[in-house]
């Protein structure tokens, strides 16, 4: 088992920045490939980003390439999701994910976070 527990969302208007935290506990951190996700009211959940076990892989949806920026640090046992440039379209709850084996899918994903609330307003 692996929990999840995602912070740093709040209203921002459009062009600010915000960084969000998600921090693991239970099984190694270490051993999962890591992803954001988000979902608007209404929406499905779509993927944002991902980041492999050691950093060496990270993957952007379209819409977010550019403008957010994903890290992890396996000693804290954190992924981050920093979030510049803002647009309204990217008002959602947002989600960290923990995965064996990567992907953008969200059936790919074992683990999810309770998620945290972005909002952004014009």
């Known amino acids: 088992q692996v929990q999840l527990v995602e912070s740093g969302g709040g209203l921002v208007q459009a062009g600010g920045s915000l960084r969000l935290s998600c921090a693991a506990s239970?099984?190694?951190?270490?051993?999962?490939?890591m992803g954001w996700f988000r979902q608007a009211p209404g929406e499905e959940r779509d993927f944002v980003s991902a980041?492999?076990?050691?950093?060496?892989?990270?993957t952007y949806a379209d819409s977010v390439k550019g403008r957010f920026t994903i890290s992890r640090d396996n000693a804290k046992n954190t992924v981050y999701l920093q979030m510049n440039s803002l647009k309204p379209e990217d008002t959602a709850v947002y989600y960290c994910?923990?995965?064996?084996?990567?992907?953008?899918?969200?059936?790919?994903?074992?683990?999810w976070g309770q998620g945290t609330q972005v909002t952004v307003s014009s």
């Open positions: 994910a923990a995965s064996r084996t990567g992907a953008t899918a969200v059936v790919n994903y074992d683990y």
């Open positions: 980041i492999s076990r050691s950093s060496a892989t990270t």
């Open positions: 239970g099984r190694t951190f270490s051993y999962y490939n």
